[in-house]
């Protein structure tokens, strides 16, 4: 048998010849440590670039302005400089030229008039379980739009009676408008918070500058404008220039809140001097009263100080107070601060501060859109 040849001859042979021989194992672990070096110098380059890239998207991103984050933010500073200085060029000026197109639009549309008899609203408000203890109680407020006012109110002798009838009617157009403009603001800041907006997002925001009378598209303006009226402070306005809905103006064109007129429908006041051009404003429904009292006060520059303590109240996140907002309308009558305590009477007399923080329950074409 011929003898066998180890492995370690082979190597000193081979070594002889010049070759080397090292072990698979060793091989591995030199790529190993190549592999970890590779991928070392790989990510220290990546957290190199990032950190030198970074400032520069961030830098680029500021200088975006249309409709950007920075609108949302440019705003708040402005709405804050509004608040500590209100010379502040904020919530100035006003484009009178669309200002009630859609009110008078709603108006015209409002075809279905009804004027209900007194006794049959009662009967309707019982049949339906509307009662202003149970609102006080639940607040919930029934999806009630009556369009017209009852003739018979002012023949309501239990002053209590007639003052609970009123404020039944006109709670749930006040909420219903409330609403409305609750819906709008949060739409608003919804864009606001966008990096980039739709086309119909563009045209909305052009259409509430012009509904709400803003200059040069100024985001801070709108946001000041566009917001709620206490609805404690609007029923004791509309119950104040309506006598709780027996006057003249109330009974024949819907003039719940006595705002004047310069042009078109309206209603010419009996001791008005010859020489006067005024009229007061005359609506087909009674929603479209309360859609004009509240753009009246979110636009018109008389009211401006007004808007300026809401949007405090806004910016330290309290709810709204009527009381206090009441002191600003000194110039929505002549007779100015004596128009201001009698408001704040009515509110406390009838408890109203109990309805502001009321809901509409939804009406039945709303809950028909949920089935």
């Given amino acids: 048998m011929k003898n066998k040849i180890s492995i370690l001859e082979i190597k000193k042979f081979l070594n002889k010849k010049g070759f080397i021989i090292t072990k698979k194992k060793q091989i591995k672990k030199y790529e190993n440590s190549l592999g970890s070096l590779t991928r070392t110098f790989l990510t220290s380059l990546v957290v190199i670039l990032f950190f030198f890239i970074t400032p520069l998207l961030i830098e680029l991103t500021k200088g975006s302005i249309i409709f950007t984050k920075d609108f949302e933010n440019n705003s708040n500073n402005n709405l804050k400089k509004l608040l500590k200085n209100p010379n502040q060029k904020l919530d100035d000026g006003l484009d009178q030229n669309f200002l009630f197109d859609d009110v008078l639009q709603y108006d015209d549309e409002s075809v279905d008039t009804i004027r209900l008899s007194a006794s049959t609203i009662e009967e309707l408000f019982k ?59 949060n739409k608003l800041f919804s864009i606001l918070n966008k990096s980039k907006n739709t086309k119909s997002e563009k045209n909305w925001l052009n259409t509430k500058f012009k509904q709400y009378g803003v200059l040069n598209k100024d985001l801070s303006t709108l946001k000041v404008r566009m917001d709620e009226v206490p609805v404690s402070m609007a029923i004791a306005q509309a119950a104040k220039e309506t006598g709780w809905g027996t006057s003249r103006f109330a009974q024949e064109g819907n003039a719940l809140f006595g705002q004047w ?5 309206g209603i010419r ?70 128009y201001v305590a ?18 509409l329950l939804p009406s039945s074409i709303d809950l028909e859109s949920l089935i």
Avoid: C
């Fill in 261 to 265: 007129t310069w042009t078109g429908k």
């Fill in 342 to 359: 009698i408001l704040q009477k009515i509110i406390i007399q009838n408890n109203l501060n109990d309805f502001d923080d009321a809901k």
């Fill in 127 to 185: 049949s339906t379980n509307y009662n202003l203890e149970d609102v006080r109680k639940t607040k919930l407020v029934k999806p009630i739009s009556l369009t017209l006012l009852p003739k018979e109110i002012k023949q309501i002798e239990n002053t209590k009676k007639r003052k609970n009838l009123f404020i039944q009617i006109i709670l749930p157009l006040v909420i219903k408008e409330n609403n409305k403009i609750k819906s709008d603001r």
């Fill in 269 to 338: 006041p009996a001791g008005a001097d010859d020489d006067s051009t005024h009229k007061v404003m005359k609506f087909k429904v009674l929603q479209a009263s309360v859609k004009a009292y509240q753009r009246n006060l979110n636009t018109h520059s008389t009211y401006r100080d007004f808007r300026s303590a809401r949007a405090e109240f806004r910016e330290k996140g309290k709810k709204l107070d009527s009381m206090i907002l009441s002191e600003y309308l000194d110039k929505y009558a002549e007779t100015g601060k004596e």
